[in-house]
């Protein structure tokens, strides 16, 4: 739903259920291809997740790599 700061209001449980899905799809597969569609859309989310005050569990293995998308996205989402 759109809110007064032109953004749009989420409900955190719905949406950290999203990011797990996303994030499940994301790691259920080696396919560079699904890879590549789906990893801006979840680093996105998972700022977003984090901005929201919630997070979800990552793989070890993929701690570090989202960790330098995540600060490069996050800056330049303000």
């Known amino acids: ?8 209001d989420i409900e955190l449980p719905a949406f950290q259920a999203f990011v797990e899905g996303l994030y499940d ?3 259920s597969t080696r396919n560079p291809v699904l ?3 789906i990893r801006g859309l979840l680093i996105a989310s998972l700022i977003l997740l984090e901005q929201a005050g919630a997070s979800i569990a990552l793989k070890p293995e993929h701690e570090d790599a989202f960790w330098e998308e995540k600060v490069d996205f996050g800056r330049a989402m303000g």
């Open 1 to 8: 739903m759109p809110n007064d700061q032109g953004g749009c």
């Open 35 to 37: 890879h590549g569609m």
């Open 25 to 27: 799809s994301y790691s």
